[in-house]
């Protein structure tokens, strides 16, 4: 007799019994775990860090966009449970990937989280079991990569004994207005029934599920998203660039560009680019591309400008203490800011780092001021810890620099009390024009 393992699963997805498991427990883990126990289903996370279980167990959050008494409240619940054990997923029906996907020192996707955890996920998979792939990743990945590893080795046809689709995560560290919950999600499976299966689950737990007709599709949604972005960005950033050396002020041109109400999309420029995202996922696709002889011109323009940020803003601070009479060699600078945007404690491809090291090589005494981060790591492998007494190193210091725009930082304060600031995200608004005090992007 053929077992119609699609419908099976199916039908325990709608009714909530099939068990769950989020492989990675980190900024779009363990939301999603959380996002799917509220639903209804019983939930295992995975993840190799110690301590990330160990915190899940006790009831805890780290990840400031999960409150601790929902983690509290479904653990104790039994409908969100975590483990170090892959040997955990012989009993899960369905299984959502998110581990990194960084990229190495050369340029190309480090796929080895990718892989390491689909081979660990080989072992168990079985007929009736339904795996999504989140980790942002090249056009081909899930197709090419998880593929051979999940379905060949057991003999199992996929779309006929399991399923197997991507999902591409969009999560953005610090929003409340669109979270895990409540931001459409897009969907392709490798086959039509994979897709009605991964439809069908993410259906019963987010708000609005979006299919596509296959896995290539969503991924490549996923670098679209971030390539527009990135190359936005980089463009207002070479902006700015010309504009210092017409004499223009860039942030009055880009308010007024964006008072169009069609045909505009308003984008501001910075420091450099961080995060987990725009920084790197497009060079993901530059570089499947070029297997195919193709250089993707606007992406490599665009990371060649974003990349080059912190070294620009570096001699930027230089040619503000030179017009002050002061050297950068030698001189105090406290970095205000170093989470990769506002208000939020990660720190991942953060442009603060780049900035801290340059100013260092250059001979500037550097120290900084974050309430988010306690202490990094900088690129040198040096760690520092955020001074305790901001106000007291505003005013000790030869240049204030203001690399990411905090909303708890008292601005006012801030500028009464510094000798020189320069301000890299216009953070300062009306009270950094024409203040010659301060330096502006």
């Known amino acids: 007799m053929n077992i119609n393992y699609k419908e099976l699963l199916i039908n325990r997805l709608v009714d909530r ?12 883990g363990l939301p999603l775990a959380v996002t799917f126990a509220n639903a209804g289903f019983t939930v295992t996370g995975i993840d190799l860090d ?12 780290y990840i400031p966009d999960v409150p601790a008494e929902t983690v509290a409240r479904l653990v104790q619940t039994g409908k969100l449970s975590a483990a170090a054990d892959f040997a955990a997923l012989k009993e899960v029906d369905a299984v959502s990937i998110c581990v990194p996907t960084p990229l190495r020192k050369t340029g190309d996707p480090d796929m080895s989280y990718i892989i390491s955890a689909t081979e660990q996920l080989a072992r168990y998979v079985h007929p009736g079991m339904i795996i999504v792939l989140e980790s942002t990743t090249y056009p081909g990945t899930t197709r090419e990569i998880l593929l051979p590893r999940l379905g060949v080795e057991k003999g199992l046809t996929v779309g006929v004994d399991f399923f197997l689709a991507f999902s591409p995560e969009r999560v953005d560290p610090g929003r409340q207005d669109f979270t895990t919950l409540n931001t459409p999600k897009v969907i392709g499976g490798i086959t039509p029934a994979c897709s009605e299966a991964a439809t069908t689950w993410y259906s019963q737990a987010l708000q609005k599920v979006v299919p596509v007709s296959s896995a290539e599709a969503a991924e490549m949604s996923k670098l679209l998203e971030n390539t527009f972005r990135m190359i936005n960005i980089g463009l207002v950033n070479e902006l700015a660039i010309m504009c210092e050396r017409l004499g223009v002020d860039v942030w009055e041109v880009i308010d007024a560009a964006a008072t169009k109400p069609f045909g505009f999309m308003k984008f501001t420029p910075g420091p450099g680019l961080g995060g987990h995202c725009i920084p790197i996922d497009p060079l993901y696709l530059s ?3 070029k297997s195919f002889q193709y250089t993707a011109r606007f992406i ?25 009479g002061k050297a950068l060699k030698g001189s105090k600078c406290l970095v205000l800011g170093v989470a990769y945007k506002p208000d939020i404690d990660d720190i991942r491809e953060s442009p603060a780092l780049d900035i801290i090291g340059l100013l260092e090589k250059k001979g500037a ?19 520092m810890s955020c001074v305790e007494d901001l106000m007291n190193a505003v005013r000790a210091a030869d240049c204030v620099v203001i690399v990411t725009n905090h909303r708890v930082y008292d601005y006012q304060a801030i500028v009464e009390a510094a000798n020189l600031i320069f301000d890299s995200r216009n953070a300062l608004g009306a009270m950094g024009r024409q203040n010659p005090k301060v330096a502006r992007l």
């Open 50 to 61: 110690p301590r990330k279980i160990d915190a899940i167990q006790r009831g805890e959050s």
């Open 300 to 324: 490599e323009l665009a990371s060649e400008i974003n990349t080059g940020m912190p070294r620009y803003v570096v001699g930027r601070v230089m040619d503000a203490l030179n017009e002050h």
């Open 365 to 383: 005494e550097v120290l900084y001021h974050d309430p988010y981060i306690p202490r990094l790591r900088t690129h040198d492998g040096i760690q």
């Open 287 to 289: 570089w499947k591309m």
């Open 17 to 28: 019994t099939a068990k769950v498991a989020v492989v990675g427990l980190g900024y779009v």
